[in-house]
């Protein structure tokens, strides 16, 4: 699907994108175009990785005038660019519209500029019923996403527009295990918000299989979501002290925005929601008509992190062990 296309990841210097680079490096592209802001983070992952098929654009989703030169001959976008923390943006909610909303229109007109073959956005599970602002910004980036799809039917634009929604990658940047792991090293007491809380859980490489199985089947205006295991706060506590160290723990308490438990299809999505290889889709009837296989999701009222299996604990410790 990628050889000797030309792709460009938006956020390339970021976890996913580093992830997403290397991956699609092995896909025999002719041209991988990371697109970030930060030339330090540039300088370091051009270091690593050493492929003359590499292109590093310094530059802004938020600048239209820069993003149209970047998608320029452009086969595929994976847009991975957003601020994400949660209490960072809670207090700075109108950069946050800039860039997750804003910017995200940017991509998207680009993206129709240059007509793209397919233009993926990634969300989050908490896109789903927004309690903070972060996600209320990413679930309008979805809306904008598949709703940039009306263009589909005119001659001039092909591009076609989806995305991908999955909980937190473990140990990725800003997660809460690799916080424990640093603060139990430091022989610190860990932060605990509360012990009740469930996530979802997928691994860097989980969700490059996703991404890439989506980015296949996608036809435009869907929104995938892959089927995933939870673990609670509890359950990683108590691995973490058991293979390291019991240094005590701090009550903080829920942090404004956050939830108790994530949801990755609401009891309304439930009913435009359909089941497919190892994945559910969020789409319209008129789209599943191109997916024959697909089958009407049954038996389910919500897709939530406190309604699913849970992974054993054992399974838990081998995945927190390769992050120590």
Not at 37 to 65: A, C, H, P, T
Not at 178 to 195: A, R, V
Not at 260 to 283: A, G
Not at 289 to 313: G, L
């Amino acid at each position: 699907m990628f050889k000797d296309k030309t792709i460009l990841i938006t956020g390339g210097t970021g976890s996913l994108g580093q992830a997403l680079t290397k991956r699609l490096l092995k896909m025999n592209p002719q041209t991988i175009r990371i697109f970030s802001r930060n030339e330090s983070k540039q300088i370091e992952m051009e270091n690593e990785i050493r492929d003359d098929r590499l292109r590093f654009f310094i530059g802004d989703v938020r600048d239209y005038e820069r993003l149209i030169k970047a998608v320029e001959d452009v086969d595929f976008v994976f847009h991975a660019a957003a601020l994400k923390h949660v209490p960072k943006i809670e207090y700075n909610p109108f950069e946050a519209i800039k860039t997750n909303i804003l910017g995200s229109e940017n991509i998207i007109n680009a993206c129709l500029t240059h007509n793209v073959e397919k233009a993926v956005c990634i969300s989050t599970d908490k896109a789903v019923s927004p309690l903070n602002i972060y996600g209320a910004t990413k679930l309008l980036m979805e809306k904008l996403f598949v709703t940039a799809n009306n263009y589909l039917n005119k001659e001039k634009y092909r591009t076609k527009f989806f995305a991908v929604r999955y909980g937190n990658v473990l140990g990725s940047s800003g997660s809460v295990i690799p916080l424990f792991i640093n603060q139990i090293k430091s022989k610190k007491k860990i932060s605990i918000t509360d012990t009740r809380m469930t996530r979802f859980s997928i691994t860097m490489d989980e969700a490059l299989d996703f991404i890439f199985h989506a980015t296949k089947l996608g036809v435009g205006s869907e929104i995938f979501v892959p089927k995933l295991r939870a673990y609670s706060l509890a359950d990683v506590k108590e691995a973490l002290f058991e293979m390291l160290e019991n240094t005590g723990e701090e009550n903080i308490g829920i942090r404004p925005g956050e939830k108790l438990n994530e949801t990755l299809i609401n009891s309304e999505e439930i009913r435009y929601s359909w089941e497919i290889d190892d994945m559910y889709m969020i789409s319209n009837p008129e789209i599943m008509k191109t997916y024959p296989s697909a089958k009407k999701i049954e038996n389910m009222e919500i897709y939530s992190s406190d309604r699913v299996d849970k992974i054993p604990k054992d399974q838990l410790k081998q995945l927190i062990k390769n992050l120590i």
